[in-house]
């Protein structure tokens, strides 16, 4: 059974940095790409950033880019997720997300991710 536990959430100023991270288990984390999505209440959940299984290749939502970075350790089984020069807009609960049997996923579509982590609070005070 694939389980997954994000940490790192906090509450930040605006510019300010946060590292999330996203311990996996219970299936083939290093043959599978993971994703970050993120959802702000009333708002849809929507995608971040993937990253594939061997961590080379990389994708974000333009709102990102230049500021966030996904990043994995194979060895540790762990996604991260660098997001620098936060801004109000990027307070969310950020959720880790695996597609097992797909090394590369550069995409957001939902429905390819068969497991989600319960989330981390990001909070961020202008």
């Known amino acids: 059974q694939v389980h997954l536990v994000e940490s790192g959430g906090g509450s930040v100023q605006a510019g300010g940095s946060l590292r999330l991270s996203c311990a996996a288990s219970g299936y083939d984390y290093s043959g599978s790409c993971m994703a970050w999505f993120r959802q702000a209440p009333g708002k849809e959940r929507e995608g971040v950033a993937t990253?594939?299984?061997?961590?080379?290749?990389?994708y974000y939502t333009d709102s990102v880019k230049g500021r966030f970075t996904i990043s994995r350790d194979n060895a540790k089984h762990t996604i991260f997720l660098q997001m620098n020069s936060l801004k109000p807009e990027d307070a969310a609960m950020y959720y880790c997300?695996?597609?097992?049997?797909?090394?590369?996923?550069?995409?957001?579509?939902?429905?390819?991710?068969?497991?989600w982590g319960q989330g981390t609070q990001v909070t961020i005070s202008s």
């Open positions: 990253i594939s299984a061997g961590g080379g290749v990389t």
């Open positions: 997300a695996a597609s097992p049997g797909r090394t590369y996923c550069s995409d957001f579509y939902k429905p390819a991710y068969s497991s």
